[in-house]
Structures are given as C-alpha cells and as structure tokens.
C-alpha cells in the first residue's frame, strides 16, 4: 500500500547487505531500491494505473478523500486572481475545485458590486460593462504540473468531460526541477503527492522559489494515526 | 512619569500573561513564533516575556528601534539562514503592517479575508498571504480596535501633561469623561458603515475573550486619565457605568443620520449627565439614610428614658 511508504526502517543493515549498488539507497513499497529505479518505479506504476486512477482513489480511502481535498480548498480560501500551482496534480481535483470555489467567490462579489450599481448613470453602467469586470474567474488561474504523461491526459480528458474550459493549464514538469520562473506563483498545492517525489528538499526548494514573497505552500498528505485502535 | 512607567510595566504584565495563556489577541501561533524567534536573538530583543520591572522598560532603546520601525519591503520572516539582521522582522510585526494596510480597504470590501488580501497587495506580497488570518477577518477588526485605545491613550497622555505642565485647565469629571468617549468614538467615523458587521464578529464567542479585554483595558485608561484612584468598590462601579455609556452611545451611533452626529454627543452628554446625578444622588441617600437612623435612635433613647 502507498501510504506505508513513509515508514522508516533501519537504512544501516540493509546498506550492508546491497553493497554493489550504484546511488542512495530509498524505499519503494516495502523494497529497497536506488534513486533512478525509484523515480522508474513510481512513473511506471501510474503510468498504469491513470485510467483507474479516480476509482483506485475512490476505493483505497473509502471515498474520503473528497472531504479532505474540499477542507484543503477551503483552508485555502482563495479569493479571485489567485494564481495557483497544482503540483503532482494529475487527473485535476483540486484544480477543479478551485475552480469551484473561486467562481463562487466571485459571483458573491459581482452581486455585491451589482447592487452597488443600482444607482449609477447608464454612462458608467456602459462604462463598467467596457472593461470587462464580469468575468467569471476574475483573472485566477491553475497551472496543474505533473511528471507523468498519462495522468495528465487523464486529467485533460476529465476537465473536457466536466465542462471546465477556462483558467486551466496543464503543463509537463518534475517536482524537483520546476519549469517557471521566481515568484509566480500566490500558491502551490500538492495533495497525495510528495510522497512520491524522490528529493523531498529539492521539491520543498522549488516550491519556495515559484512562490512569491507572502505565498503559501499547502500539502495534503497520509501520516500517522494517533488512535492505537486505527493505525493498525 | 513614575505611575506611567509603571502603569505600562503593569499593561506588558497583562499582554505577556496573555501570552502564557495562548488565549488572547494576537493568535497564540503567531505569539508562540515571535517567541521562539525573540528567544533566539537575546543581543537585539530585550523585550522580556515573564517579567517586567522599570528597568527593562528603560533598556537601552537601539535595541528596541529595529522592532519599532521595521525597516524595507524585505520580510525574511522565515528566518532562511539564520538571518538575524537589524532588518529582521518577527511574524508579529509583519502581520501588524498588513493588517494597517488592510484598513484603508475595509470601508470598499468590509472587515473581510478580501480587504486583508488587498492590504497584502499593497505591500508587495502575494494575496495568499491573507490565509495567515482568520477567515472572518476577526484579526483585523481587534487589530483596529487595539490601535484606536493606542491613540486614545496617547492623546489622554498629552492631555495630561498639559494640565501637568500648567498650559491647560483641569477638566471637570464630566466634561473629561464626555471628551475622552467622544474622541475615541470619533475614530469609527471612517468605517461607521461597516461597523455594525465588525461589532457583530466581535460578539463571537471566539472573540469575546480578546474583544473585552480591549474594552475593559480602554474604560480604565478613561477613568485613571481622570484622576480615579479609588480602592473601594466605586471602582467597579466607576467602570461599569461607563461602560454602559460608552456601548450605548456606540449603538446610537450606528444609526445616527444627523449632520456631524450631532444626536450621538447630545445623548452622550445625557447619559454622562445622568451618571453624575446617580452619584449625588447616591450619596446624599447615604447621608439622609444616617440622619434619618441618628433621628430613630435618639427618639429611642428619649422614649426608654
């Protein structure tokens, strides 16, 4: 199961035991393995399983792993013309949700700004129309960046199928070596994700660097139970 | 200057108990944080936590200078490489600049998570950083509330020195009572049309703790610029009473539509008026009471005679 791959075992022992193996040592599931044969692994693995991902998703967690995304939106609380950047993203659910949430911001907004209008000329009503406030996203914008090809696709074809056009992009790019410039980014998400990243420094590294002075960083992850009854 | 000095001394008291406690304004991680970080720069920080005596108020203040005036748009709150510069700002001060910020945007989008952002805008950072407040924007309604009691302090303080100095006369009770609600009162004008919302928020049982902390420490500050030095209970009295008066003639205020709130300060002076007649009145009951009890007696004493 993916999730146990945090568990730490005694790395001494078992360095012993590998001794003509090139690179550091990492786990893999409950095999040890190098740096490359890992990152291999995983790709591979989700290469796989892109299809069925959703449902693998669905299954494993029991279907609560949709409360957890919405609450991690929510501790967001994104207001619109937030600039996010969905990392190890995938098939598209926080992006989605994000989405969501900002549309929703915003037509709050615009009924806020409508009502204020009540009393205007037509002049400036004309006027307001002109530069284009209304629109639905109010300038927010996804980046969903994501190693694997296949999940990606995955991802294109669901945000296709939900109807999602707008303020999504979806660009190829490894954790460890973001493609996009310093201080893009007002936030960077990467939920059931950095587990699977090999250099977990080099990503938290990255992460500060795309992110502007004042950003957040939000990652949603398994960890451990504190109930005895439940960790097992 | 002595009682000032001390009065402060006793005021940071209060502020770093409530650090112990992790219960009031401002939010305990942000206090928790500072902490840590003033613990770890002894040489520039002197600002104690547990204890405050004269003597470290009057600490050498080119310590204190890098704190009061955080220097440049360059926030490395996260302390990266151990930075322990003079530019160094706590996540204190930094959430104190945004909040300040923040207000010139609350009469446009109210005492919101949006206005915080704006506020955050403006000082170069991202608008993400509005999520190291509460959603609901309580952080910024208590933040305003805290500096308006700043300046309400600072400008009884001149006030008294004034009287001090000679170049002023001593106001009467009421008339000083009257002027300090007044002024303090008058620094909602700029938001009185969101104030309602914000007085709401501050209801919040989340909030009542740190909102009525501001409150109480406000009224005390009135009643020791007035010259109360009792020890009985009047004190409780004195406060209480004008607390009536100051949350009443706030509510008038919220929906006062006359030029200049003319309504509001002439209810004020009604209601102090009143204050004032409850005390005679008090006291001249006391004294017709004892009279009354001294006649008793003697007519006592001359009917068993």
């Known amino acids: ?232 | 200057a002595a009682a000032g000095g001390l009065r402060r001394a006793g005021w940071r008291l209060w502020r770093s108990r409530a650090v112990v406690q992790c219960q009031h304004y401002p939010p305990a991680r942000a206090l928790q944080a500072s902490a840590v970080l003033r613990r770890a720069s002894d040489e520039h920080k002197k600002e104690p936590l547990t204890s405050s005596s004269q003597q470290h108020f009057d600490s050498p203040p080119a310590g204190h200078q890098p704190e009061q005036e955080p220097q440049g748009p360059h926030p490395s709150y996260t302390g990266q490489g151990g930075q322990e510069s003079e530019d160094y700002e706590s996540e204190e001060q930094l959430q104190h600049r945004i909040l300040t910020a923040a207000l010139e945007f609350v009469p446009e989008h109210g005492w919101t998570a949006e206005a915080i952002a704006e506020g955050a805008k403006t000082l170069g950072l991202s608008v993400a950083a509005a999520g190291m407040f509460h959603s609901d924007g309580s952080e910024l309604i208590l933040h305003f509330v805290s500096e308006c009691n700043t300046k309400l302090s600072k400008l009884l303080e001149k006030e008294q020195k004034l009287v001090q100095l000679g170049e002023a006369e001593k106001k009467p009770i009421d008339e000083f009572l009257r002027d300090a609600v007044e002024a303090r009162l008058r620094m909602l004008i700029p938001y009185i049309e969101k104030w309602p919302q914000a007085l709401s928020v501050l209801l919040l049982p989340r909030n009542i703790p740190s909102s009525l902390n501001l409150l109480t420490s406000m009224i005390d500050d009135i009643w020791h610029y007035a010259g109360d030095q009792s020890t009985d209970f009047s004190w409780y009295t004195r406060r209480a009473v004008l607390t009536g008066i100051y949350n009443t003639t706030e509510l008038v205020m919220m929906q006062d539509s006359s030029p200049g709130f003319e309504d509001t300060w002439r209810f004020l002076e009604n209601r102090v008026a009143d204050a004032m007649t409850m005390s005679n009145t008090a006291s001249q009951v006391q004294s017709t009471g004892e009279a009354v009890v001294q006649g008793l007696m003697g007519a006592a004493v001359t009917v068993s005679n």
């Open chain 1, 1 to 232: 199961c993916r999730c146990r791959a945090l568990l730490s075992r005694p790395a001494g022992a078992l360095r012993a035991r590998r001794g003509l193996a090139a690179g550091p040592e990492m786990h893999f599931g409950f095999q040890t393995v190098t740096e490359e044969e890992r990152r291999e692994k995983i790709y591979q693995v989700f290469e796989s399983v892109a299809k069925k991902y959703d449902v693998m998703n669905d299954s494993m967690t029991l279907g609560i792993h949709r409360v957890w995304k919405d609450i991690l939106v929510h501790k967001m609380n994104p207001c619109p013309g937030t600039l996010l950047l969905d990392v190890a993203g995938g098939t598209g659910d926080i992006a989605f949700r994000f989405i969501n949430y900002v549309r929703s911001v915003r037509q709050r907004q615009l009924q806020r700004k409508l009502k204020h209008h009540q009393n205007l000329s037509w002049q400036e009503i004309f006027e307001s129309y002109q530069k284009d406030q209304f629109n639905s996203l109010g300038g927010s914008q996804v980046v969903i960046c994501d190693i694997n090809r296949e999940m990606l696709k995955v991802g294109k074809q669901k945000a296709q199928h939900l109807g999602y056009s707008e303020g999504l992009s979806w660009v190829l790019g490894n954790a460890e070596e973001l493609p996009f410039d310093d201080d893009k980014f007002d936030v960077y998400t990467i939920a059931f994700g950095i587990r699977n990243v090999t250099r977990i420094d080099l990503a938290l590294q990255e992460a500060y660097r795309v992110l502007k002075p004042g950003g957040r960083f939000l990652c949603l992850e398994f960890s451990h139970v504190s109930n005895p009854l439940l960790s097992r």
